[in-house]
């Protein structure tokens, strides 16, 4: 059975007409993001898709507060994003853990930029650490880990900080079919089973199966500049839909 399409939920993000440049090494000013108006409404997980370049990593940023548009605005919760702010955090593609720090450490940093005390940085920490299958592990440093359990790092230091809104940059890519599909896989059942709090999902992904598998909606960047060229819905939430007519025009406006 198709669940309820989520379009009257709450709408916890959204960008409008934003635009982003950027100055070449030349001094040339180019356009990286063009107009580009989105929403993002509780309980969706949302895909976003395009070709490498076309803005999809500097569209996260923006819409994160971590630059600014050069045009337009984006909101979370009604409130302008003028920077940084609680309630959202960011999965990189490649982990982006600190060497020289344990799990512990690098999982507690996300929380030490929001001022928490130590004893309660700790506990929150060790929360995550156990949540996302590291128990254990928290006195390792990067270097003594699989790729796949830097990246459940990179998720416990995200999910500390208890986001309302989970943004990832192709989380998976840097990983192998297998562990992705597990980390995957379990990312959707802890969000599922609504043991995070995180009330919306941006996914950044290369992979159309993964974007079909795990989204409510595909959101398609065009490149040069990054406009939005269009929207599908997927019709059956989180299950495989390689057979849908819809999946097939999705590869085909891709590539
Ligand atoms: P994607 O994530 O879709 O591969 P990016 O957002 O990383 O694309 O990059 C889009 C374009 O913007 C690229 O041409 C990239 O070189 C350029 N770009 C990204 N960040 C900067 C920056 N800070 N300064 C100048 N150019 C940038
Ligand atoms: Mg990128």
Same mark, same amino acid.
């Not at 569209?59 to 605005?73: A, D, F, Q, V």
């Not at 839909?241 to 999705?250: D, I, S, T, V, W």
């Given at each position: 059975m198709t669940p309820p399409p989520k379009t009257s939920n709450p709408v916890i993000l959204s960008a409008q007409h934003l635009s982003k440049f950027f100055v070449s090494p030349e001094g040339k000013p180019f356009t990286v993001l063009e107009d580009i108006s989105l929403e993002l409404r509780e309980g969706e997980i949302v895909a976003l898709l395009g070709r490498s370049g076309s803005g999809k990593s500097t569209? !996260? #940023?923006?819409? %994160?507060? %971590?630059?600014?548009?050069? &045009?337009? /605005?984006v909101r979370y919760r009604g409130q302008p994003v003028t920077g940084p702010m609680p309630g959202m955090a960011l999965v990189f593609q490649s982990f982006a853990l600190f060497p020289w720090l344990t799990v512990q450490q690098n999982v507690e940093l996300g929380l030490e930029a929001m001022g928490i005390p130590a004893a309660e &940085? &700790? &506990? #929150?920490? !060790? @929360?995550a650490i156990r949540l996302i299958g590291l128990d254990g592990f928290e006195s390792a440093f990067p270097k003594e880990l699989s790729g796949g359990m830097r990246q459940r790092v990179g998720f416990a230091r995200a999910l500390? *900080?208890?986001? @309302?809104?989970?943004?990832? @940059? /192709?989380?998976?890519?840097? %990983? @192998?079919?297998? *562990?992705? /599909?597990?980390? #995957?896989?379990?990312?959707?059942d802890l969000w599922a089973e609504q043991r995070i709090p995180t009330k919306s999902i941006l996914i950044v992904t290369h992979n159309i199966e993964e974007a079909a598998l795990m989204a409510d909606r595909i959101l398609i960047l065009s490149a040069n500049p990054g406009r939005m060229r269009s929207e599908i819905q997927v019709p059956h939430p989180r299950l495989d839909? #390689?057979?849908?007519?819809?999946?097939? /025009? %999705?590869v085909e406006q891709i590539y």
């Open positions: 569209l !996260l #940023r923006t819409l %994160l507060g %971590l630059i600014p548009p050069s &045009r337009g /605005e &940085r &700790r &506990r #929150r920490a !060790l @929360d500390v *900080t208890n986001p @309302d809104v989970l943004f990832m @940059d /192709e989380p998976f890519s840097a %990983l @192998d079919v297998l *562990t992705s /599909e597990t980390l #995957r896989s379990e990312l959707l839909n #390689r057979n849908h007519p819809a999946f097939k /025009e %999705l």
